[in-house]
């Protein structure tokens, strides 16, 4: 069992260019969400879904849209990079939005905006 | 918005005790996380309060004080291992977490 993939590991990526990091879980979780970690600022929620057809803003959600078509994939895409949006993404599920289930996350995604 | 404070960093000496407080004000309280992050690697599930008290994990304590606001992690017996950061983490009436900037914790021979 593989858990959460994203893909790519990193990436570089010029000012303008569009991008869509993807995130796959194979835990059948309805919940996922999309962070971005920056040093000395810990874990903002970009956007999240809490089931397959809905979506929702986190804390950080300009320049960014996500979709979820089915409840194993939760692409991210920022339309026109910005350098501002370099950072360190992750990708996490959870089984419920609410009660006692955990977050699980991804391996990340290293993106560099130039 | 959330407001969730912790130690930038702690040092200590392997078979050591350390203690990494959690200060919150949150909207609403559903429940607080503590995650460990070894460099480079992703979050790891440590241990989840959301009732006043002391849950006790093998080496890894953690407590909540709801009134308060406040929660700790008590890492016993200090490997090398442990090295890495600790994320304090509160869930939010809305259920959506917030985390702390994260205290990373330095382990010594």
């Known amino acids: 069992i593989a858990g959460i993939t994203q893909a790519p590991t990193s990436q570089i990526l010029a000012a303008g260019r569009r991008m869509t990091l993807r995130c796959t879980q194979d835990?059948?979780?309805?919940?996922m969400y999309w962070y971005r970690q920056d040093l000395g600022l810990g874990l903002r929620l970009i956007h999240y879904?809490?089931?397959?057809?809905?979506?929702g803003k986190g804390e950080v959600p300009d320049g960014y849209s996500v979709s979820r078509a089915n409840t194993d994939d939760f692409p991210l895409t920022l339309a026109s990079a910005v350098p501002s949006q370099t950072s360190v993404y992750f990708c996490?599920?959870?089984?419920?939005?609410?009660?006692?289930?955990?977050?699980?996350f991804g391996p990340g995604t290293r993106l560099t905006v130039l | 918005g959330q407001n969730i404070d912790q130690p930038t960093e702690m040092t200590a000496t392997e078979g050591a005790i350390v203690q990494i407080n959690c200060t919150y004000q949150?909207?609403?309280?559903?429940?607080l996380f503590w995650y460990q992050q070894h460099a480079g690697e992703a979050p790891t599930f440590l241990s989840y309060?959301?009732?006043?008290g002391l849950e006790e994990k093998g080496r890894f304590s953690s407590f909540l004080s709801r009134s308060k606001g406040y929660s700790y992690l008590l890492l016993k017996e200090l490997q090398m291992k442990d090295s890495a950061s600790y994320l304090c983490?509160?869930?939010?009436?809305?259920?959506?977490?917030?985390f702390g900037a994260g205290t990373t914790v330095t382990v010594r021979a």
């Open positions: 996490a599920s959870s089984d419920e939005a609410g009660g006692t289930d955990t977050q699980y």
């Open positions: 835990m059948r979780h309805n919940a």
């Open positions: 879904s809490n089931t397959a057809g809905t979506t």
């Open positions: 949150t909207s609403g309280f559903n429940g």
């Open positions: 309060n959301v009732l006043d």
């Open positions: 983490a509160v869930r939010d009436g809305d259920y959506k977490l917030s």
